[in-house]
């Protein structure tokens, strides 16, 4: 345990976390402005003043600006070791701009709605699909069985382009998107806009057609490492 109280006398994990609860209590206190929620990939807490009564003392802003990027830096250390302890089923997204195919490992992925059917993905903007994604290509999310784990590590960077086709039973839609014939579902969807959030984009996809295998047995990634689930205890309830 940890008091707020005195955070000086703790160290290291325990002081990082003292630091994160007062910031929350703070964020909590002081909700963020709505200029502050404009900037793409920084919704910082509120401590912006009215237009017209900032400090006219530089070193006031510059005070300001790094306790932010400080702040950030913790933040961004809690929220990777956070992130460790959520477990996502691992998908690929399967793309093409008509002449290259391409085909990336990720976790970053939900439904949106069933009304329509609709799902989200986050990519990021360096990786190799997003400026086909970003011209407004189609795509499959691809939710991979236990068994597929290569190709997760095929298409998270170990090759590159159209050699992370060599493995799996890729098939082509219709429409020209890839998809691969024996994933646990293959869920193809016409793009239906997206915005861009730091150093990612996000890109909504409109179902359009799904392949599901009987097997729910996905790969999942949880703590920096592949697993699986395993079957539930029989004293847990099923959930709707
Ligand atoms: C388990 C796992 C999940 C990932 N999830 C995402 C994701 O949701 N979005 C993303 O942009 N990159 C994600 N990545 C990283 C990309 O797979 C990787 O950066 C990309 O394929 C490599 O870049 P390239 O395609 O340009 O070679 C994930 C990687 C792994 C191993």
């Known amino acids: 345990m940890y008091t707020t109280k005195n955070p000086g006398r703790l160290s290291g994990r325990h002081r990082r976390q003292a630091s994160s609860h007062r910031l929350a209590v703070y964020i909590s206190k002081h909700p963020v402005s709505?200029?502050?929620?404009?900037?793409?990939?920084?919704?910082?807490?509120?401590?912006?003043?009215?237009?017209?009564?900032?400090?006219?003392?530089?070193?006031?802003?510059?005070?300001?600006?790094?306790?932010?990027?400080?702040?950030?830096?913790?933040?961004?250390a809690d929220m990777l070791q956070a992130m460790r302890r959520l477990a996502k089923s691992v998908t690929i997204i399967s793309t093409s701009n008509g002449s290259e195919r391409f085909a990336m490992a990720a976790t970053a992925v939900d439904s949106l709605s069933t009304e329509p059917p609709s799902l989200l993905i986050c990519v990021n903007k360096t990786a190799s699909p997003h400026a086909a994604l970003a011209t407004g290509?189609?795509?499959?999310?691809?939710?991979?069985?236990?068994?597929?784990?290569?190709?997760?590590?095929?298409?998270?960077?170990?090759?590159?382009?159209?050699?992370?086709?060599?493995r799996g039973n890729w098939l082509t839609s219709a429409g020209g998107i890839p998809y691969l014939g024996d994933a646990q579902s293959a869920i193809l969807c016409r793009q239906d806009g997206h915005f861009s959030y730091g150093t990612h984009t996000v890109f909504i996809g409109r179902i359009l057609q799904i392949h599901t295998s009987d097997a729910i047995t996905p790969l999942v990634y949880l703590d920096g490492s592949y697993t699986t689930t395993a079957k539930p205890a029989p004293s847990f309830a099923a959930a709707g």
């Open 137 to 166: 290509a189609d795509f499959c999310v691809n939710i991979l069985g236990v068994e597929q784990q290569d190709l997760a590590h095929l298409c998270s960077g170990a090759i590159k382009g159209e050699a992370r086709f060599d």
């Open 34 to 76: 709505p200029k502050a929620a404009k900037l793409p990939g920084r919704l910082v807490p509120s401590d912006d003043v009215p237009d017209g009564h900032q400090s006219k003392n530089p070193s006031h802003s510059m005070h300001n600006e790094r306790a932010r990027a400080m702040n950030d830096v913790n933040l961004k």
